[in-house]
């Protein structure tokens, strides 16, 4: 999306740029979402299957690999296919949820801005045609 509304901006197709609009205001809500389910806000439990559909053992890089986190292995014969361990970093300097959502609000701070020179850029477009369609 991210090329769509720089290409867009290039070629000077308003179409492209607001559709990157939209794009940026679903990244917001998501990310809203995402922040909210790792804070537990509004009955919302991180350990619950809700963005796996109960299809996978997925759990946060964030939870093995976060800020100061020192790795422990699982016992050798009991990981899990996929290399992915189930025991989470020990002494990290911030709980997996905090990253994720430090990092959700970094995404919503980035996407803001790109909402807003969006709509910039295409109100500079949509003024030089009408600017150009009274000549």
């Not at 509304?5 to 998501?30: D, E, K, M, S």
């Not at 990092?103 to 980035?110: D, F, K, Y």
């Not at 030089?128 to 009274?134: A, F, I, K, P, Y």
């Amino acid at each position: 999306m991210v090329i769509l509304g720089l290409f867009g901006t290039i070629q000077y197709r308003p179409r492209y740029i607001v559709l990157y609009a939209v794009w940026a205001a679903i990244w917001v809500t998501w990310n809203i979402f995402i922040i909210c389910f790792y804070l537990e806000v509004g009955g919302l439990s991180k350990d619950s299957e809700l963005l796996t559909f109960n299809l996978s053992r997925h759990r946060s890089w964030w939870r093995e690999h976060g800020p100061g986190c020192q790795r422990e292995e699982p016992v050798a014969g009991f990981q899990p296919s996929g290399g992915q361990a189930l025991v989470p970093g020990v002494s990290c300097v911030l709980e997996h949820s905090y990253v994720e959502a430090l990092h959700s609000a970094l995404q919503i701070l980035v996407a803001l801005v790109a909402f807003v020179y969006a709509c910039y850029v295409v109100s500079v477009f949509t003024e030089e045609e009408d600017s150009c369609l009274r000549k």
